[in-house]
C-alpha cells in the first residue's frame, strides 16, 4: 500500500520534540541555577570560617612569634586529610605561618591567579586537595594594626555539594520527565479531539464514495465548514455535469436515429451501385456513431460518485437471460458461488458488461459456459477490485487474434451472428473504470476472459 503522510504524526512529533527541548532546557538552567546557590552557600559557610580566623588574629599578641588560632568550633580541622584546611601564610615570604592540623605537614595548591598582591576582598578557586579531593577555598589578604599582613585560606570538601547537586539533577530529571509524558499524553488528546472534525468528514465521504449517502453531512467547526460547503457545491455541480451529457447523449441519439434510419431505408429500396455505396456509408455512420455516444454514455456514468451495485443479483440474471435465449442450442450456463461483493459503479454498466461477454460466450461455446466472481488482490494504491471470470468450452482464439477481437466491428467469424461491438465495448467499460481485460485459454481448450473491477 502507498505510503501516506499524517497530519496527526506531524503534529505529535513536533510538539514532542518542542516539550521536549524546552524540558530539557529547563532541567539544564535549574541545577545550573541549584548548583550556583549551593556553591555560594558554601563559600559563604567558608567565609565564616575565614573572618573567624581573621579575628582571633587580630585579638592575639602582634609581637607573638606564631600566631594562636583555636579550633573554630569545627572538628575536621583537627583531623588529619579530612577535606578541611587552613592556612595563615605572609605575602611578603610566602611562608606558611600556621595551619590546621588536618593538613598534616601537606600544602594547599593556590591558584596562579592568587598574586601576593592581591585584592583584599575574598578570592575563591576550586582545587584538589592534598588527598586529590575536590575541594572549595576561599582565600583573603589582610594587614594587622601592626604592620604585618597576612593571607588567610579556608579549604573544604566538596563532594558533599557535588552529591547534592547530583541527586537533585535526578530528582528534576524524575520530575520532567514524569511532566513530558503528561505533555505527550495531553498533546494526543489535543489532537485526536483537534482532529475529530477531519475524521467525520472522511467518513461522511466515505459514505458518499460508497453509494450511502449524497452529500457531506453534519455540523463541522468553522474553520473546515467553508471546505465542506465547497465539497457539497462541487459534488451538486458534478451531478449536473453528468446529468447534463446523459440529456445531450439522449438528445443527440434521437436526432440521428431517424434521419439514418430513413436513409437506410431508401437505400436498401433502391438499385444501383450509388444506392449500395449509401447504405455502405450510412452503415458505417451508424457504426461511429453508436461508437462515440456509447463511449459518451460511459465516460458520464463512470464518473457518478456514489454509485455501488452488488453483483451476484446481476450475475443471476444475466444468467437466467442467456438460459432462455441459448435454450435450443443446448449450452449450460453455470454461475460458482462467490463471496458477496459490490461493484464501485453503475448497475446498467456492470450489465453490459457480464452481458456481453456471457453471450460471446455462448455463441462460441460447445457445452458449457462457467461465470465466476473472485475477490481480487488490492491494487497499489490502496483501491480494491474483483475478478470476473468467463469460460466456454468452444474452440478458443489463437493468441494473435485476441487482440484483434477487441477491435470496434472487428468480426473473426461472419458466420456468427452480431455486430461486433460486445466485446469492444467491454473493453472500452472496463477500462474507463481503471481496470484490466485479459483474453486467455481456458482449461477446457476455450476463450477464457478476465476482468478486473474496482470494488468496495
Known sequence: MMRTSSLARRLLLISAIWSAAALVVAGVILVALYHQSVVRNFDDRLEVYLKTIVAELAADDPNAPVPNVGDLGEPRFALPLSGWYWTVS???NGGI?????????????FPERFSDEGPSRPETASIKGPDGEPLRLVSRQFRLPGGKRYRVTVAGDITEVQREVASFGTRVALTLFVLGVGLVAAIVAQVKIGLKPLDRMRASLQAIRIGQSERLEGDFPREIAPLASELNALLESHREVVERSRTHVGNLAHALKTPLSVVLNEARDSEGPFARKVEEQATAMQTHIAHHLDRARIAAQRRVIGAVTPVQPVVDSIVRTMRRLYEDKGVEIRAVDGPALSFRGEKQDLMEIIGN???NACKWAGNEVVLEIRRGRDGPD?????DLIVEDDGPGLPEAERDL???RGRRLDETKPGSGLGLSIVAELVRLYGGDLVLAEARSGGLRVEVRLPRI
Open 357 to 359: 461477454l456471457a453471450d
Open 382 to 386: 490502496g483501491r480494491s477490485f474483483l
Open 405 to 407: 477481437v477487441l477491435e
Open 97 to 109: 605561618v600556621v595551619a590546621s592540623r588536618s593538613l598534616a605537614g601537606d600544602a594547599l595548591a
Open 90 to 92: 605572609r605575602p611578603d
